[in-house]
Every structure is written in C-alpha cells, then in structure tokens.
C-alpha cells in the first residue's frame, strides 16, 4: 500500500530565502506526482506535475524534482515571498490498475515566509 | 476556462436533513472527484466518475450518495448526516483519470 510522508509538517523561513519541501513515498510504481498549495479553507492549486519518465518541472520560482528509485520527490522555491505562506501537498498516483490511479496524499509542510 | 464551481460556499445542516452539493467544469475533462477535507488533514478521496460513470466508491457511508448527470455536473447528496461528517468537501476534475486533477474552492459543511 502505497503511504507518502512530507517533511517537515511545518516551516517558518524568512522572506527572501530559497527553501526545499520535501516528500517520499514508499511505493516506486508510480505514473505521476503532483504538488499542490492549499490556501487556509480553501480548494487546492496544481503548482507541478511531474510524469514518472521525467526527472523534474519548473515554473517561475518553483521546481520540482522526482527520483522514482529513492522514491523522492522535492518542491524548490526560490526567493520565498509571504505570498507563499500556504500548505504544500505532495500527491502520487499510481496507475489505473495500482489502487486504481487514485492520488495518494501526504500530510502536507506548512509554511509560513515572515516579512 | 480551467475553473470548477462549487455550491454552496458554505452549508449548515441538522441531521435529519436532506442537503445537495454541486460542482460544475466546462473544460471537456471526463473524471469527475469527490474528496473530503478534515481541518489539519490532506484530503481523503470519495467518488471517481469517468466518463459519467461510477469507478472508485472509497467504502463511503450510504448518505452520501454521488450523481454525476452529465460529464459537467456532479452532485453529491446528503441525507441523515452525523456531526462528524462536518468536514471541506472538495470537488475536482481531470481530462482522464491519469492527468492533472483542478480542484474547486470546496463547500464548508457543518452538521448540528
């Protein structure tokens, strides 16, 4: 069964650093990852999707990076902002025919980037 | 248009209540979400529909029950609810079930 595990749970930086939000999980069988942003109450924002055959996506700031066989995955931000205080969620889908594709969340890093 | 609705914002129910959910997108995706969302916690998946049709049932409690009437729409109806099932319901789609899933900003249900 596949389990995903974000650390840390919680991380406080402040403005102006490059940081890295880690996630693993224990199962290598798997066709993408996705990190997500989760604003207090609200829905979830897709910031990167990585597919099994790549090794990384970037977008403005971000980057993310998988490495299927260690079964790790990390989010780079660059040049953190208090606009990306936020909850980071890391998710894996397995395929259709491994827990029937469905997303596999971690617990997710809090973080907060003080002015 | 890369939006999914949700409505209502925010729901308040007894428990002898009967109450719907909706969530609506109009980017052509054919797998259709229902997740959970307690405070503090990732969310917990419901419902898959692909292509209008029922595929994962995640063992949720009969009063919750999914209808997906066209591949835009989805409901969720609740019927008898427990306070426990207070939670963020979060809708989201995906071109198929192995793509980028776009999440709408979710209904906050409270069960009295």
């Known amino acids: 069964k596949q389990e995903v595990t974000q650390i840390p749970a919680a991380l406080s930086v402040p403005e102006g650093e490059n940081l890295v939000l880690n996630c693993s999980f224990t199962?290598?069988?798997?066709?993408?990852l996705q990190w997500f942003r989760q604003d207090p109450g609200k829905g979830l924002t897709s910031l990167l999707l990585i597919q099994s055959s790549q090794r990384e996506q970037t977008s403005g700031r971000l980057n993310a990076s998988l490495d299927k066989s260690s079964g790790r995955s990390t989010l780079y931000i660059a040049a953190s902002q208090p606009g990306d205080s936020a909850t980071y969620l890391c998710a894996v889908r397995g395929g259709i025919y491994n827990q029937g594709g469905k997303l596999i969340f971690g617990q997710g890093t809090e973080l907060s980037v003080k002015p | 248009d890369t939006e999914v609705t949700q409505t209502p914002k925010h729901l308040v129910m007894g428990m002898t209540n009967k109450k719907s959910l909706k969530c609506e997108q109009h980017?052509?995706?054919?797998?259709m979400y229902w997740y959970k969302q307690k405070a503090k916690k990732p969310p917990e998946l419901m419902f898959v529909y692909s292509y209008e049709k029922l595929s994962i049932n995640e063992s949720v409690p009969s009063r919750f029950s999914p209808e997906c009437p066209n591949s835009s729409l989805l409901n969720l109806h609740l019927h008898a609810l427990q306070p426990e099932d207070s939670a963020l319901y979060l809708c989201?789609?995906?071109?198929?079930?192995?793509?980028?899933?776009?999440f709408g900003p979710g209904t906050r249900l409270l069960v009295l």
């Open positions: 989201a789609s995906s071109y198929d079930q192995r793509e980028t899933q776009y």
């Open positions: 199962d290598s069988a798997i066709y993408n």
């Open positions: 980017m052509g995706h054919r797998a």
